[in-house]
């Protein structure tokens, strides 16, 4: 069993890691949520990462920042392309924020599904990000 949430800290900031959102699980924090202020105002550390949207982005709210690093299979983004993020704390003062995108074997992928007998819709999926 993973926990629901992991944090920690990193020179000097203060980091969560969820993957919906620290109250649930399964809740979409997407770039223009209406709930984002009132979570962000709400938690204690200085940066949220969160993945569920599978949508990356990066946003200052306050003097708090919110990732989410996107995803690697399901892309909501139509490209069947690995997303990851490098946060940077060299600067004190400033969080520097890197998205990457790179390309993986999304096919193989479909192909190991598909011999364990995965749901065609959910194959399908890790191509196109619709289920």
Do not use: W
């Not at 949430?5 to 979409?28: A, Q, T, W």
């Not at 209406?34 to 979570?39: A, T």
């Not at 993986?104 to 191509?127: A, V």
């Amino acid at each position: 069993d993973l926990p629901d949430d992991l944090s920690m800290n990193v020179c000097g900031k203060s980091i969560k890691f969820v993957h919906g959102s620290p109250r649930k699980i399964n809740e979409y924090l997407s770039e223009d949520y209406s709930e984002l202020d009132e979570i962000m105002n709400e938690l204690k550390e200085d940066v949220l990462v969160c993945a569920h949207t599978h949508i990356p982005y990066a946003k200052k709210i306050g003097n708090k920042v919110i990732i989410n690093d996107g995803s690697v299979g399901k892309p909501k983004n139509g490209k069947p392309h690995a997303t990851y993020v490098i946060l940077d704390f060299s600067n004190e003062f400033k969080l520097k924020v890197e998205m990457k995108t790179v390309p993986y074997e999304f096919r193989r992928t479909m192909k190991d599904m598909e011999l364990k007998n995965f749901p065609q819709k959910l194959i399908y999926s890790y191509e196109f990000g619709k289920e």
